[in-house]
């Protein structure tokens, strides 16, 4: 399958401050690559579609202006956290999409990200 | 997209097998079954995915009856490290479609 690689693995920043983590497909070109977030005991929620070469896609109640996603080339896809907050603090995770099939995705091993 | 229902938790034993059931009773002619196993910390994991019967590779079985209305995720000899939430999925096969997980089932694997 696709690998997948995220990072930073974890991060933590002050109120108001940005980050960036970044996703790689490391032995595919991915057209599309899917975000999620995910608080502790809770399941995966997508928040936005990452087109390479367009604007990403988000999903109902996901600040675009807060969440950005970058998808400049076909093995990368970045998400930026602007002005992160306490309540933004959790675990991040993208997936790549390599084939026909969207149920088959592969998933980045996630950034945990923890705002002080 | 069909909803999904699975245990919240399920405990068993090392050695022991496994069977998680997700019902979906409103699944579409059009739609697969997909199973994901997430550890803690770490993202999803494909695991198997079927569309009727049974379907089986090194990791686990997947039965899937006539009706399709529901099915079970089998674990051969569980060990500890299957000590995972174990996600069932139901859609289209369609590359444009989203993924939307459930609650999934948190498995504990007991000594």
């Known amino acids: 399958g696709a690998v997948v690689s995220q990072h930073p693995s974890w991060v933590i920043c002050k109120s108001g401050t940005s980050v960036k983590i970044e996703c790689r497909s490391l032995?595919?070109?991915?057209?599309?690559m899917f975000w999620y977030r995910q608080f502790p005991k809770q399941s995966l929620m997508l928040m936005a579609t990452?087109?390479?070469?367009?604007?990403?896609?988000?999903e109902q109640g996901v600040e675009k202006d807060k969440f950005l996603i970058n998808h400049a080339s076909l093995t990368l896809s970045t998400l930026t956290v602007t002005s992160a907050h306490p309540e933004d603090s959790s675990f991040y995770i993208c997936?790549?999409?390599?084939?026909?099939?969207?149920?088959?995705?592969?998933f980045g091993p996630g950034t945990r990200l923890t705002v002080t | 997209l069909a909803k999904t229902t699975q245990p919240i938790s399920m405990d068993s034993y090392e050695g022991q097998e496994v069977n998680i059931t997700c019902s979906h009773n409103?699944?579409?002619?059009?739609?697969?079954i997909t199973w994901y196993q997430q550890f803690p910390s770490q993202g999803p994991r494909f695991i198997i995915q079927?569309?009727?019967t049974k379907v089986t590779n090194e990791v686990a079985s997947l039965f899937i009856p006539a009706d399709r209305k529901s099915s079970t995720l089998s674990l051969p000899r569980v060990s500890l490290s299957d000590t995972a939430v174990y996600y069932c999925?139901?859609?289209?096969?369609?590359?444009?479609?989203?993924?939307?997980f459930g609650k999934g089932t948190r498995l504990h694997i007991l000594p």
């Open positions: 079927g569309y009727k």
């Open positions: 997936s790549v999409l390599p084939g026909r099939n969207s149920y088959e995705q592969y």
């Open positions: 990452s087109n390479e070469g367009s604007k990403a896609t988000y």
């Open positions: 999925l139901v859609g289209p096969m369609n590359r444009d479609d989203k993924i939307i």
């Open positions: 032995d595919f070109q991915a057209t599309t």
């Open positions: 409103n699944i579409a002619t059009n739609d697969y």
